[in-house]
């Protein structure tokens, strides 16, 4: 059985202890589209890993770690994490391959990520600057450079031209002072060249075959639903497709291979960067659930807003993904507050929406309408099946399942691994 793992809210949802849990069910995990931008937070061993680009698998041994070639690669980036797991004790060895189809984060990438966020003024996407968004223009633009390209010097020099002349082009427009150079870009790749050429791949042909011998795969999202480029709160998304239907093509098999998909929540709503979120809290509980939930960007460090549950999101992410199930991460936040609110439709204009729209105008004027639930107040922590949460934090939960047509399967009531309900 093959699954996609996703997040079904603005990313964060805690999909690393997740897919970290579900690992030895499978023996390839494989990450579809992203980069460098996400952070899964992983508490294994004792320890608390980051991880951006390694998929979550790679805490365990004998799991081969595929990275798909809807990825968006900076090579730096790669092997600073690899070097930082290994110095953990985790032994990578040839259990990472990289498809040689997915696209490099070259050095202008990062120059042209943060001028085109200094130009928005006030319209900010609040990218986490890594490049990843000009990357993937370049990509769609067909002016892109593959890890493939790295084989044929003549070839990459040609292309590595051409992706200059347009960065340059672009920085120039735009009033940048940096400028980037073809033969320091050319340098920078020729000291990466053999490393990652030893560990690319034929992905997607490497998969097929693994799953034709039987082999079942996890296919672990990056970011959110709501952060899909077609699906999301465009233009305040990232740049490729978060959902289920970008894990097939990310890493490179058919959609009939993805035998039930997975959506992560929080137990409530958490966005990073900018664009609409209807239930953001106001003080103070903005900050009480913040210090409560420890909701700062595992990459940036930046706050992130947080808001109650939205029903409507996340009932729109089932069926965008069509999620199979549901895993709920950290419920234990809420543990002490007195009330909880549950968005099940907004009053836009007058009319009361129960389906989430996609125009951002509609949203950004949109009035939460909330069912108010009573807190349990008390710890959840300790709980290891259903039953042994308290009658108000089951009905909450019976409620979402009711709103979102999707059943809930785990629960995760603490960052250790032993606290989950429904393993
Ligand atoms: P980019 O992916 O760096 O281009 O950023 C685009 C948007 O996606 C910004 O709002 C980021 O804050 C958001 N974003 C990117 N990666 C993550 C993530 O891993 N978690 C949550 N938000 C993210």
Redesign the pocket.
Known sequence: MNIAVLGAQ???EGKGKIVDLLTPNFSIVARYQ?GH???HTVYANGRKFVLRLLPSGILHDGITCVIGNGVVVDPQALFGEIAEVEAAGVKIGSRLIISDKAHLILPYHREL?VLSEARRGERK??????G??PAYEDKIARRGVRVLDLRRSDKLRALVERGVAHANAMLEAGGGSERASVEETLESLAAISERLLALADDVGLSVHRALKSGAAVLLEG???SL?DVDHGTYP????SNTTSGGAAVGAGISPMAIDAVLGVVKAYTT?????PLPTEFQEPLQTQVRTLGNEF?A?TGRARRCGWFDAVVVRYAARVNGLSDIAMTKLDVLDTLPKIGLCTGYEIEGSLHTEFPGDLSLLENAAPKYEWFKGWQQSTGEARKLSDLPAAARKYLDRIEELVETRITYVSVGTRRDQIIGL
Not at 236 to 239: E, G, K, M
């Open positions: 603005w990313g964060d992203g931008n996400a952070g990520d996407i609040g990218t986490t600057s890594r990843i968004g990056a970011q959110g952060l305040y998304v990232t740049s966005r990073v960067g900018h664009g960007g990459t």
